[in-house]
């Protein structure tokens, strides 16, 4: 079973608007990790989040982490026409040592 | 050249048959991973190993086998491919524990008639 699921599943913006996309997932975690894909492309790592971190920042990446609430959400301010692309969260649970994906959201930037 | 390399990129096939995907990778990592991605269900792990010794079954492992021949090569193999075998499969790499950032190759399409 996936352990992300993001939210929402597409979401098409204009070229310099902020895209937001959310993860939630169901276990405790050691560090949660963003990937964007382009089509049918391999996975490209955007950064990496750990469980005692609230806040992270890359570039035009904004990515926040409650585990509280077992969520996460990636902020791409100023979006560009280059960012059309499907983003994952990845989960590092706790004794798995391994990383499950989430079902991704696929962005569409409008130039 | 890609860190990260698999072979085929894309391979049509017949239910029945037996058919193998090769990855190789040259960042040096000890931990290779083979995942499957479907429509709408994002990535599924098949194996991992975390050294040439040292092989795991994933999630969906079922219908697949693994061999990790050298510290640089993991291959994945269909013993006789079906349809619903038909998917994008990924390899991908990575080092440390906690699981850190993990590195893609660019995918093997594969399509089981």
């Known amino acids: 079973s996936q352990q992300g699921e993001e939210d929402p599943q597409a979401l098409s913006i204009q070229e310099g608007e902020n895209a937001t996309m959310n993860c939630s997932y169901k276990?405790?975690?050691?560090?949660l990790q963003w990937y964007r894909q382009n089509s049918g492309r391999g996975l490209v790592h955007l950064i990496l989040?750990?469980?005692?971190?609230r806040e992270k920042h890359s570039g035009r990446l904004r990515v926040t982490l409650d585990t509280s609430k077992k969520s996460s959400s990636l902020l791409i301010t100023a979006s560009r026409a280059a960012d059309t692309a499907s983003y994952f969260c990845?989960?590092?649970?706790?004794?798995?040592?391994?990383?499950?994906f989430g079902t991704g959201t696929r962005l569409t930037v409008i130039p | 050249d890609a860190d990260v390399t698999q072979t085929p990129r894309n391979r049509i096939t017949k239910t029945g048959k037996r058919i193998m995907l090769e990855c190789s990778q040259t960042?040096?990592?000890?931990?290779m991973y083979w995942y499957r991605q479907d429509p709408g269900l994002g990535l599924r792990l098949i194996y991992y190993?975390?050294?040439?010794?040292?092989?795991n079954k994933g999630e969906i492992s079922d219908g697949y086998s693994v061999s990790r021949q050298a510290q640089a090569k993991f291959s994945l193999s269909l013993e006789s491919a079906i349809p619903n075998q038909t998917a994008l499969y990924f390899c991908?790499?990575?080092?440390?524990?906690?699981?850190?950032?993990?590195?893609f190759g660019e995918g093997s399409r594969l399509t089981v008639l």
């Open positions: 990845a989960t590092d649970r706790s004794g798995a040592n391994n990383l499950f």
């Open positions: 276990t405790s975690i050691n560090n």
């Open positions: 989040i750990r469980s005692n971190e």
């Open positions: 960042k040096g990592h000890d931990r």
């Open positions: 190993s975390f050294d040439v010794k040292d092989i």
């Open positions: 991908a790499t990575g080092t440390g524990m906690p699981t850190g950032e993990l590195f």
